[in-house]
């Protein structure tokens, strides 16, 4: 059966699509979101070429292979066996289907029966709370042209014609992130950016300057990366800086190093193994709003299966959470929401930190 023309849905650009949502998970960090998060996580759009329109059954089937990489970061998820059931019935797990405009289907899924498939299977799930990467590219095409990329085409860049290359570098970017599901930002290369970092220093790796010049944008981790583009095809290098970790990644292409990256990601933030229930103690609590902006915090973490209050008082708010994962899992995700910071050194059972009496402490 042919994918029907019409479905009657919103027609946005993809482009569009991705740079709204990546601009709302910026701009809520500090208020709303607490932590940047991935709009729409199972919906995938597909891209159709004219010469060649699949059946909605084999559109389903690579937006399902497409989702899987997605969620549990694995890249070759559309050909393992494991995921040989998801893959065959994807359809019974479509929630709509459509098109954003004559050349993208859109498809989305069930979020909570993919979960529990997957869970079954004891695979990983990685939620929509992920982390924010900002992403210094630093472009040499050769005689003299250079640039940094930003979200858009600077006046510096129109003057050395760097537009076509810096908007196809950019696009590559914006694709790959959007594939895997990567909250991204780029720098405004504002007056500010260039008077604390300069080419030089994104193409030589000077990571503590490259540090310093992030800070202002609040994000989770940096990915540095220089490009050399030359009649031969681009040479890439990255760098994952993640706190006081740095990863050399080095790809054929921009989206390669991405793809990599959201591997990292998946392995650390992705949620395996049984459920755990287990006292948390929040402290700093001393206000009604403190009290509301913790439950608001725990309700907006999707990979809280429950939270339930046992006791509020001057001592601080007494919280009983289950969860899917380990402890580590748990630190990670309240490290990611900046929210919640340790406040106080953890005994260890068995290898592993002891589930009882975990205190935070509420960031004001």
């Known amino acids: 059966m042919s994918v029907p023309t019409q479905f009657g849905l919103r027609y946005r650009s993809l482009a569009m699509q ?22 729409d996580l199972y919906t995938i759009n597909l891209a159709l070429q004219s010469s060649s329109i699949p059946t909605q059954d084999e559109a389903t089937r690579v937006a399902m292979g497409r989702l899987l990489t997605r969620v549990t970061g694995r890249p070759d ?19 709509e289907i459509g ?9 989305t899924f069930n979020e909570q029966s993919i979960e529990r498939e997957l869970r079954s299977l004891d695979q990983p799930v990685w939620g929509p709370e992920r982390p924010l990467t ?41 694709r790959t992130a ?30 503590d300057r490259i540090r310093e ?50 591997e990292i990601y998946a392995e650390e933030f992705g949620a395996i193994g049984r459920s755990r229930t287990t006292q948390i103690t ?29 006791q509020y008082d001057p001592a601080g708010l007494l919280l009983r959470i289950t969860w899917r994962g380990d402890l580590d899992l748990l630190q990670r995700m309240f ?7 340790p406040a106080n050194t953890m005994g260890t059972k068995n290898g592993e930190r002891a589930p009882n009496n975990l205190a935070f402490r509420l960031l004001h």
Not at 18 to 39: E, K, Q
């Open 18 to 39: 991705f740079v709204i949502a990546v601009v709302l998970a910026v701009l809520c960090l500090p208020c709303v979101a607490f932590a940047a998060t991935f709009s």
């Open 282 to 310: 929040v402290l700093g609590v001393t206000e009604s709003s403190h009290y509301f902006e913790v439950l608001s915090y725990m309700d907006s973490l999707s990979f809280l299966e429950s939270v339930k209050v046992e």
């Open 213 to 262: 010049a992030s800070v202002r944008y609040k994000a989770d981790a940096i990915l540095s990366g220089r490009v050399r583009v030359s009649e031969f095809g681009d040479n890439v290098q990255w760098t994952l800086i993640w706190g006081d970790w740095e990863r050399g990644i080095t790809t054929a292409t921009l989206g390669e190093g991405l793809d990599r990256v959201a």
């Open 134 to 174: 900002l992403i210094w590219v630093a472009v040499d095409a050769g005689l003299g042209r250079r640039s940094i990329l930003s979200g858009e085409t600077s006046e510096l860049q129109n003057k050395l014609a760097m537009t076509d290359l810096d908007d196809r570098l950019r696009q590559e970017i914006f």
């Open 77 to 95: 998820a559309a050909r393992e066996l494991i995921f040989l059931n998801l893959l065959d019935k994807a359809e019974d797990f479509v929630l």
């Open 335 to 341: 490290d990611l929401g900046n929210v919640l910071i």
């Open 178 to 207: 959007y594939d895997r599901g990567l909250p991204i930002a780029f720098p405004l290369l504002d007056l500010e950016d260039m008077a604390s970092l300069a080419f030089v220093d994104v193409w030589g790796g000077f990571n």
């Open 99 to 107: 098109r954003l405009d004559r050349s993208t289907l859109t498809v």
